[in-house]
């Protein structure tokens, strides 16, 4: 029984490392495991997506890659128990696995006919794999059954069962490679130069970082983020590969005169650099779905009075190179905030992961209405014509950030010690700024916090209060109030449709 299981996990392996392989001379999105992946995503509903997130957190597609495995594993075990020698049982459930594998592949964006060929051809080979070995295994014996006795047939076995899982490994690692050789992302991202901003960003006063300078809250968040721990949420399970060679960003619809730019034409452009908080529409109260960084780039209102938009287009319907769109208002893009199109982050170019070679970055608006990464298309459009990837799954066709604060320190259930304690947490409403913050005592009062200097209205701000903290249990509530003057939503409400509100709060003990 362990041999026929290991024959048909051995088959499956065959499967996806062969179909790895022939993908890289297709394009990624061949790849049956990742377009099965994809598929995945893109079919969940929206409070699947916000259960992975919530759950699993920037670890939602690693869990997802995990769970795939666990039940193409069990799949396999299966099709290795019940194949026989010329009854391919097992044969047909990897035949099964294959079909949905073509199905997703060929439901990738601009995907033809040719992408399937790949994982037929794989498919093909693991039941072939399957059933010459289940037929060296089965050696005809009174009674029938597999063999327990023929010491021949069973080192033929193994020997067949070794052959095959080197092949599979070692086309796994092939076709990762030459997909990795083929695209020439990172070799093209080595030689890479940032280019140098004509239009800087300003430099950050010590006040405004509370892990630096003499009043340092130790625990308290970073002002900038580092590229390393910016939190990454998209739909691309894998990361799109794109050099500057072959970006080109088409921009049509609603204009004067429709363009398709190269990377070289962005040279025309003013380079701007500016440091400008993202947050996912995702993030839960006191959540760590935000980011503040220093982007360069060229901004977007340019570009688009470059093509002439039509006074009667509201929508600017951007498109991954992977397939995935998103609808920003055009209004927002023109209304004078830095919206970029970036190609570098905290001064290098843009991780692989966040987008490179170009993404968007569009200060007020959570990233699924503004954030492109790997964009490659602008359609000037309508909402009442068109809808981008998350409003066809019920998210608001419009989303500001909401006002949002965030205890930082001291942590959850601390146990802290009686006397002066220093709480200390980050609070954003981005292209609206933060007036102040102020936190309060087990229901009590309000009372003003310390702000940070404020930076900019388009980055987060920084907060601290010194807490004459008496002996028990007590819970900390924190809220802002934005530069106009409106105090954050405490009625606690979840992400969808358009971004949860409500009060963060920590619970810390008092010695």
């Not at 290098?348 to 070679?357: D, I, K, M, R, T």
């Not at 309060?440 to 601290?464: F, K, L």
Request: aromatic residues 8%.
């Amino acid at each position: 029984m362990l041999s026929r299981a290991g024959a048909g996990v051995v088959a499956a392996g065959l499967v996806l490392g062969l179909g790895e392989l022939l993908a890289a001379t297709t394009g990624p999105d061949a790849s049956p495991y990742f377009a099965v992946g994809a598929t995945t995503v893109d079919r969940a509903p929206a409070w699947a997506r916000e259960f992975a997130i919530g759950t699993f957190g920037t670890a939602d597609k690693p869990a997802l890659f995990v769970g795939m495995s666990v039940l193409l594993a069990t799949c396999a075990v299966v099709a290795g128990l019940i194949e026989r020698p010329r009854r391919p049982y097992g044969g047909a459930l990897l035949a099964a696995l294959g079909a949905v594998g073509v199905y997703a592949v060929l439901n990738r964006p601009g995907a033809t006919a040719s992408a399937a060929v790949p994982t037929v051809i794989a498919v093909v080979a693991g039941m072939l794999f399957l059933q010459f070995a289940i037929r060296v295994l089965w050696t005809p014996r009174r009674g029938g059954g597999p063999s327990s006795s023929s010491g021949i047939d069973r080192r033929r076995f193994l020997a067949v069962l070794g052959a095959g899982a080197a092949v599979a490994v070692a086309a796994g690692a092939a076709g990762r490679y030459l997909g990795d050789r083929l695209a020439q992302v990172l070799e093209d991202r080595s030689r890479f130069r940032v280019p140098l901003a004509a239009d800087a960003a300003p430099v950050v006063p010590s006040g405004s970082d509370l892990t630096t300078g003499p009043r340092a809250v130790p625990g308290a968040t970073s002002f900038v983020t580092t590229n390393r721990d910016f939190y990454r949420i998209d739909t691309a399970l894998q990361v799109p590969r794109l050099t500057t060679a072959d970006w080109r960003l088409r921009v049509h619809g609603m204009v004067d005169g429709e363009t398709t730019l190269t990377w070289d034409d962005l040279a025309g452009f003013e380079v701007v650099e500016r440091l400008v908080t993202l947050t996912c529409v995702s993030n839960e109260i006191g959540g760590d779905l935000a980011g503040n960084a220093r982007w360069t780039g060229y901004r977007m209102s340019e570009i688009l009075d470059r093509v002439g938009v039509r006074p009667d287009a509201d929508m600017l319907l951007s498109t991954s190179v992977d397939g995935f769109t998103v609808g920003t208002p055009v209004a927002v893009v023109r209304d004078g905030r830095d919206a970029l199109l970036a190609v570098a982050m905290n001064g290098e170019p843009l991780p692989l992961e966040h987008g490179y070679p170009a993404r968007q970055v569009v200060p007020g608006l959570y990233g699924y209405v503004s954030a492109t990464k790997w964009v490659v298309d602008w359609e000037l459009t309508r909402f009442d014509r068109a809808q981008a990837y998350w409003t066809q799954r019920g998210w608001a066709p419009q989303g500001p950030i909401r006002t949002a604060s965030r205890i930082d320190v001291p942590a959850p259930f601390a146990r802290i010690t009686a006397g002066p304690v220093v709480v200390a947490g980050t609070a954003w409403a981005q292209h609206r700024g933060i007036g102040r913050v102020e936190i309060r005592v087990d229901g009590g009062p309000w009372q003003e916090t310390e702000p940070a200097t404020e930076y900019s209205a388009d980055t987060w701000r920084q907060w601290r209060w010194v807490w004459d903290a008496s002996p028990g249990e007590h819970r900390l509530e924190v809220r802002a109030v934005d530069g106009t003057g409106a105090v954050q939503d405490e009625q606690r409400r979840p992400p969808v449709p358009d971004g949860a509100t409500g009060l963060h709060s920590r619970t810390v003990t008092v010695g």
